[in-house]
């Protein structure tokens, strides 16, 4: 019941000697993930899906949401659910048809700041100067978790 | 500054302030009708971190040779007789620099609480809270600086003769003191890191 860094052990684990580190290392940016349909789950078929998933961040409230249902390709506008409170899980929706091929499906978000839900390559460009797609981003992770959609329907973790 | 252990008057106008910001912050948020207010001794129970001033330190001492003795029976059956860390299924931590008797860097002597702790409260604190795994709780204050003073003694940061208490402990000048990157000023609305946009 603190109102600040108290430096017992739960601080303790965050140092780094890194200033860069130290910050990522403590906030997590604007982050979301899939849950519906999400590695380990079946799709019957062709058809009509609802994609669903949650956002939050360390920033605040979530301010957009936006799924890709083609590997990054383009980007659709999610609806979200409810209000978007600061510091909460934010459920949001899409509607999708799917056609039968493999695809893969994303999601990112942004927060109140205005900070973006990057990939790892993304990240690499910032502090490395050139995309990377395996790049291991400092400080906690909050970069697009992508879930690839099998011709039989399986989905399955796209980094995998 | 711990908000708790005293009356809310006395710490100051600035944490004052933010209190009061903080409060009517919370009374405009809307309520959902579930969970009731902690009841004092509830607050008691989880009000346990000790910070650096060590001012939440409870009474009590001890020294080295006492801690080598309760080391051997509470924490040498996980952490190794000489301080090495345990082997599977038992991986607790190892708590000796690696190499005793030399000034090794703590960021390069692997991650030893008791030697690279800028705070040497924050090694009495995790003792207390969390150790022995599972047994949380039945070490007394005594036991505890004691073994406080056993694991700073074996990492060269004490003398072996040094008794420890709630004065001579936050005293104690830990090698990593000022060996980690400060912690960002965040205010609600800051990105998390000035000028980056994720």
Sequence with gaps: MVDRYYMNYNDYGHLRRDPVRAALGYQIGPKSVITR???GQQLAGPGFYEVSGLAWSGGGAIS?????TDAGRSWNEAEIQGTAHRMAHTRFRLAWNWDGQETQLMSRCTDEVGQVQPSPSQVAEHF?????????????DNTIQPWRVAGDGSVHNARA | MRVLSRPWWTVGAPLALVMLLGVSALAQGPTYGLGRTPTPEELRAWDISVGPTGEELPP??????????IYRIRCAGCHGRNLEGGRAPRRA???VKTEP????????AGRILPYRSPYATTVWDYINRGMPLYQEGTLTADQVYALTAFLLFRNDVIAEDM???????????????DGWAPLP???????RLPGYPF
């Excluded at chain 1, 957009?64 to 890709?68: D, K, L, P, W, Y």
């Excluded at chain 2, 008794?163 to 003191?177: G, H, T």
């Excluded at chain 2, 000023?185 to 990105?191: A, I, L, R």
Aim: cysteine-free; proline content about 16%.
């Design chain 1, 37 to 39: 349909p999400s590695g």
């Design chain 1, 64 to 68: 957009r949401v936006e799924v890709s």
């Design chain 1, 128 to 140: 490395e100067g050139a995309p990377d797609p395996t790049y291991s981003v400092p400080g906690l």
């Design chain 2, 60 to 69: 009590g001492s001890g020294i080295a040779a006492e801690g080598a003795r």
């Design chain 2, 93 to 95: 931590p190892r708590l």
């Design chain 2, 101 to 108: 008797g030399r000034d090794v860097d703590p960021w390069d």
């Design chain 2, 163 to 177: 008794v420890l208490d709630a004065e001579s402990l936050p005293q104690i000048e830990m090698p990593n003191r």
């Design chain 2, 185 to 191: 000023d965040w205010k609600p609305g800051s990105p």
